[in-house]
């Protein structure tokens, strides 16, 4: 099973400042990995898949990058609307997995 | 506009048994594949299984032999059977839909298992 390894594991910034995540893998995902964003009571919502394209209806703000084992969802600047749980999920390999998580918490 | 509705979530004993709903609207869910993903109260998500659209299916290790996933094309349904229950299976199930990187998600439907 690919492990993904999140960081940090929480993350406390301001509005409007930028937001750098980071999801590391066991091992090669070339470029199949996605990040998601969940709210307290609510279902993940995906943002990015496969590295880099955002789903639709996701604020340019938003971006992703990397490839292999190492990647990146950067926020350019964060809104309120932004403070919220990040997975990266790899789905190169059955099971599919989740990272455990960063928390973008208001400053 | 995609749906995914959740329910037969509840509180069961542990060795119970349970089955699981998703409805699905404005796809048919013989032509996609659609997921089980669930969370422990507080913690991560866990791909439970996933039954592709020619049929095939996959179980995640912690519920092979004990979980079954099934459709109903006719009602355009998605189901998971839980047998053998047990106290770690306690999550909000979530059925999503899109591929290996979901972008639709229901709900979520509360199982609590627990004596």
Known sequence: EIVLTQSPATLSLSPGERATLSCRASQSLRSYLAWYQQKPGQAPRLLIYDASNRAPGIPARFSGSGSGTDFTLTISSLEPEDFAVYYCQQRINWPCTFGQGTRLEIK | ?115
């Open chain 2, 1 to 115: 506009e995609v749906q995914l509705v959740e329910s037969g979530g509840g509180l069961v004993q542990p060795g119970g048994s349970l089955r699981l709903s998703c409805l699905a609207s404005g796809f048919t869910v013989s032509n996609n594949y659609i997921s089980w993903v669930r969370q422990a109260p507080g913690k991560g998500l866990e791909w439970v299984s996933v039954i592709y659209s020619g049929g095939s299916i996959k179980y995640g290790d912690s519920v092979k032999g004990r979980f079954t996933i099934s459709r109903d094309n006719s009602k355009n349904t998605l189901y998971l059977q839980m047998n053998s229950l047990r106290v770690e299976d306690t999550a909000v199930y979530y059925c999503a839909s899109g591929g290996d990187s979901p972008r639709y998600w229901g709900q979520g439907t509360l199982v609590t298992v627990s004596s």
